[in-house]
C-alpha cells in the first residue's frame, strides 16, 4: 500500500547556482564542517500574481488541514533553488530548497543517474499537494554531494517516476527539504520516519550541531543575495547577539519552524502572545485577521485590488510607527522602510510605479487558529535567522540591513 501526507510548500526563497567554501565550526569536535551555500531571491513569474493570495492560501491550508498544508510548490512567489549531487561521480540536480517540507526527491525533469552508491531500498514514496500535482516514485538510498569536505551517505532520494513532476518547471528536478523529521512519516510505504539531510550530517558526524543559518541582503534590486550556512551560522553576518526562543508547543505551528511572539505597532498591542511560524518560503508577515484589522486602522492603509496589498500615501507613510516583534523576551524592530514593498519592484506586483504598498497583510483567520502570524522573506531580510534542531530553537539577530532604507 502506498502511503501519502500532504505535505507544506513553504517553500524557502530561491537559491541560485550553488557556490559552497568550507568553513571553520563554531564548535569543537572530530572535524566538523560547515557549508555555506550561496543565496539568490527571485521571484516566480509564473506563479500566483497576487502574492497575498499566495502566502494566504499556504497558511489556510495549514490549519484546515490541521497541521498538513497542501499547496502546490508551483505557486510559490519566491523560489529558492540550489544545486546538489547525487551518486559517485556525482551528477548535479538544480532543486526547490524547503523548510516546510522534510523529503529529498528528484526526477522532475532530469533523469536519475544510478552509479555503484545508488541502492534501490524498493519502497515507493509519495508527497500529495493541494492541486494534485503531487509525486510519486521509488526510493533510493544514494550519496549527496554539497562539496568536498561536506558529504553524505546513504541519503533518502526520491526518484520521481515519468510524469510525476509535482508541476515544477524551468529545469528545477525536486526538492532538497530541510524541515522536521516528523513530515517523512507516512511519505515512503515503509511507513517510518527518514532521516532528513539535515538528520544525516549530523548523524554522519560531518557537522558538529543540526543548525542551519539563515542570510538575506534586501530585495530592492530585484535579485538579492544571501547565504545559507549548514551546520552553524556564519557570524560575519550579524551585529550583536543572538536572541533564541525554544519552538513552539503551539499546534499546528509546532508542526514546522513555529515560535511564539507578540507584536506591537509603535506603543500599541496588535497580536498578543500567541504562536505562528518562521518561513523562508512566505513573502510577507501574514497576521490574524483581528491583528490586521488594527493594523490597517493604525497606519490608514487602504486595501488595493490589484496588489491585494494596503497602500498609503506618502503622508501616511511619514508617520508610520516601527512595528515590534517580541520573541522570547527580546524586542525585534521592523522600521517604517521595512514595511513597505520595495518600491522599484511595483511593478513585478502590478502595482503603480509611485505606490507606496505595505508588507504586513491578513492570514483570514482571526486569533487562536494555531497559526496566528507568519514571518516570512521580508522580515528575514532583516534579521539573521537560525534555525536549531538539536536544541529545538529558533534564533535572530540585527544585520547590517536591519535598518536600511532601500525601499
Not at 119 to 128: I, L, N
Not at 139 to 149: I, K, R
Not at 305 to 316: A, C, R
Request: hydrophobic share 35%; aromatic share 10%; with cysteine.
Amino acid at each position: 500500500m502506498l502511503f501519502s501526507r500532504s505535505l507544506s510548500s513553504l517553500l524557502l526563497p530561491a537559491l541560485a547556482f550553488l557556490s559552497l567554501s568550507a568553513r571553520a565550526s563554531l564548535h569543537s569536535r572530530t572535524i566538523p564542517t560547515t557549508a555555506a551555500l550561496k543565496l539568490s531571491v527571485k521571484i516566480n513569474s509564473s506563479g500566483i500574481k497576487n502574492i497575498v493570495a499566495a502566502d494566504r492560501a499556504r497558511v489556510q491550508a495549514l490549519i484546515k488541514n490541521g497541521g498538513n498544508p497542501s499547496i502546490s510548490v508551483a505557486n510559490a512567489q519566491l523560489l529558492c533553488t540550489t544545486e546538489i549531487g547525487i551518486g559517485t561521480p556525482p551528477t548535479y540536480h538544480k532543486l526547490l530548497v524547503d523548510t516546510g517540507s522534510s523529503n529529498t526527491w528528484i526526477g522532475a525533469n532530469q533523469s536519475y543517474v544510478k552509479t555503484t552508491t545508488s541502492k534501490d531500498t524498493g519502497s515507493q514514496f509519495s508527497v500529495t499537494y493541494g492541486d494534485s500535482n503531487g509525486v510519486v516514485g521509488e526510493e533510493y538510498l544514494d550519496t549527496v554531494t554539497f562539496n568536498s569536505d561536506l558529504v553524505i551517505e546513504s541519503q533518502s532520494i526520491g526518484v520521481a517516476s515519468a510524469g510525476s513532476n509535482a508541476g515544477l518547471t524551468g529545469g528545477i528536478d525536486g526538492i532538497l527539504g530541510i524541515g522536521p523529521v516528523d513530515l517523512t512519516l507516512g511519505t515512503s510505504s515503509n511507513d517510518v520516519e527518514i532521516p532528513t539531510v539535515m538528520d544525516n550530517l549530523y548523524q554522519q558526524k560531518t557537522i558538529s550541531s543540526e543548525v542551519f543559518g539563515v542570510f538575506f541582503s534586501p530585495a530592492s534590486a530585484g535579485d538579492t543575495t544571501g547565504e545559507l550556512t549548514l551546520g552553524g551560522y556564519d557570524a560575519s553576518k550579524i551585529t550583536g547577539n543572538i536572541g533564541y526562543v525554544p519552538t513552539t508547543s503551539g499546534s499546528y505551528a509546532n508542526q514546522y519552524w513555529g515560535i511564539d511572539q507578540s507584536i506591537s505597532y509603535g506603543k500599541t498591542s496588535i497580536l498578543s502572545k500567541t504562536s505562528g511560524i518562521v518561513d523562508t518560503g512566505t513573502t510577507l508577515i501574514m497576521i490574524a485577521t483581528d491583528a490586521f484589522n488594527k493594523y490597517k486602522a493604525a497606519t490608514g492603509g487602504v486595501y488595493d485590488d490589484v496588489t491585494g496589498l494596503l497602500q498609503i500615501s506618502s503622508d501616511q507613510y511619514d508617520k508610520l510607527s516601527s512595528l515590534y516583534f517580541t520573541i522570547g523576551g527580546v524586542s525585534y524592530e521592523l522600521t517604517p522602510n521595512a514595511q513597505i514593498w520595495p518600491r522599484s519592484l511595483n511593478s513585478v506586483i502590478s502595482g503603480s510605479t509611485s505606490g507606496i504598498y505595505l508588507i504586513v497583510s491578513d492570514t483570514g483567520s482571526n486569533s487562536g487558529s494555531g497559526v496566528d502570524f507568519t514571518n516570512g522573506y521580508v522580515f528575514l531580510e532583516r534579521f539573521y535567522s537560525v534555525f536549531d534542531t538539536t536544541k529545538s530553537r529558533v534564533g535572530f539577530a540585527k544585520t547590517k540591513y536591519t535598518y536600511v532604507t532601500s525601499n
